[in-house]
Nanobody, 126 residues
Framework: QVQLVESGGGLVQAGGSLRLSCAAS????????MGWFRQAPGKEREFVAA????????LYADSVKGRFTISRDNAKRTVLLQMNSLKQEDTAVYYC???????????????????WGPGTPVTVSS
């Protein structure tokens, strides 16, 4: 069992920055790939970024590449999403997700993740 809790969401101006944090508990964090997803009103949950078990391999959606950075600290059991140059289209509820134990490589689909946080809303205004 893995439990995830996001924090850091809020209201920001377009062009601004925000850092989301995901605190993980459980026995499987260190050998599990992690991801961030987001869901805007009326839309399906979409992939944002993923990071493999040791933080060396990362993957980003084209829509956020160059603006967002995912990182992890296994000792602190934390995954971060640094969001810069925010746009109105980034407005969504952001979810932290974890793959099952030993599922250590990055993937982009919702169905490949086994644990989810409750989400933290991000609103970008002009």
């Amino acid at each position: 069992q893995v439990q995830l809790v996001e924090s850091g969401g809020g209201l920001v101006q377009a062009g601004g920055s925000l850092r989301l944090s995901c605190a993980a508990s459980g026995r499987t964090f260190s050998n599990s790939a992690m991801g961030w997803f987001r869901q805007a009103p009326g839309k399906e949950r979409e992939f944002v970024a993923a990071i493999n078990w040791n933080g060396i391999n990362t993957l980003y959606a084209d829509s956020v590449k160059g603006r967002f950075t995912i990182s992890r600290d296994n000792a602190k059991r934390t995954v971060l999403l640094q969001m810069n140059s925010l746009k109105q289209e980034d407005t969504a509820v952001y979810y932290c997700a974890a793959r099952r134990v030993y599922a250590s490589q990055v993937v982009t689909t919702v169905r490949d993740y086994d644990y989810w946080g409750p989400g933290t809303p991000v609103t970008v205004s002009s």
